[in-house]
């Protein structure tokens, strides 16, 4: 029943690994997010894609890479980790012309780098 | 971009009333939320303006006021469970939605 779903919930690694974040929407939303949440609760968006298409990509490293095999799915990978990367991750998703309701957030990556 | 400002800590009774501002400058404005965001969790949708004006949900109630680029969000007869961190977000064009810093209410008994 879970509308936006994203594992891990808990990620440990260690600087320098590469990971993944999967999330998967069942509302039939078109549009999907990535959030970062750093440590003073900062929500900063970081990615969208509209339907498999990337639509915004704010000024986020190279590290990071978005991808949508289906509008359903939005993971996130991430290379050579940083302990600047240490934060809370949200994958959230919307529906054009449903402005009333927002976005519907998953339940948060919390990603710790050591 | 988007300068969303909201102060960042409120402290009150519980059974009293809140009130926490937000003011915004932005250009394509679409929309402004409130969230609710409990310690650990994700953020819940609350409210929604676009147009000037207030909306009342409950103990929740929304003020926008476009011209001013200010928005307030009011919580009556508080209750422990109100204690989090409220969000004020701006909804450029249809799709991007940006976050102030967030407020954290603590309720008190």
């Known amino acids: 029943d879970t509308a936006v779903s994203q594992t891990p919930k808990y990620l440990v690694t260690q600087m320098g690994n590469d990971k993944s974040i999967k999330c998967e929407q069942n509302?039939?939303?078109?549009?999907m997010y990535w959030y970062k949440q750093d440590s003073k609760k900062f929500l900063k968006i970081m990615f969208s894609?509209?339907?498999?298409?990337?639509?915004i990509n704010e000024t986020v490293p190279n590290r990071f890479s978005p991808k949508s095999p289906d509008k359903a799915h939005l993971n996130l990978h991430i290379n050579s980790l940083e302990l600047g990367d240490s934060a809370v991750y949200f994958c959230?998703?919307?529906?054009?012309?449903?402005?009333?309701?927002?976005?519907?957030f998953g339940s948060g990556t919390r990603l710790t780098v050591v | 971009g988007q300068n969303i400002d909201q102060p960042t800590e409120m402290t009150a009774t519980e059974g009293a009333i809140v009130q926490i501002n937000c003011t915004y400058q932005t250009s394509g404005f679409n929309g402004l939320f409130w969230y609710q965001q409990h310690a650990g969790e994700a953020p819940t949708f609350l409210s929604y303006n676009v147009l000037d004006g207030l909306e009342e949900k409950g103990r929740f109630s929304s003020f926008l006021s476009r011209s001013k680029g200010y928005s307030y969000l009011l919580l009556k007869e508080l209750q422990m469970k109100d204690s989090a961190s409220y969000l004020c977000?701006?909804?450029?064009?249809?799709?991007?939605?940006?976050f102030g810093a967030g407020t954290t209410v603590t309720v008190r008994a």
């Open positions: 959230a998703s919307s529906q054009e012309g449903q402005g009333v309701y927002g976005y519907t």
């Open positions: 509302l039939g939303h078109d549009t």
């Open positions: 977000a701006v909804r450029v064009g249809w799709n991007k939605l940006s």
């Open positions: 894609y509209n339907n498999k298409e990337l639509i």
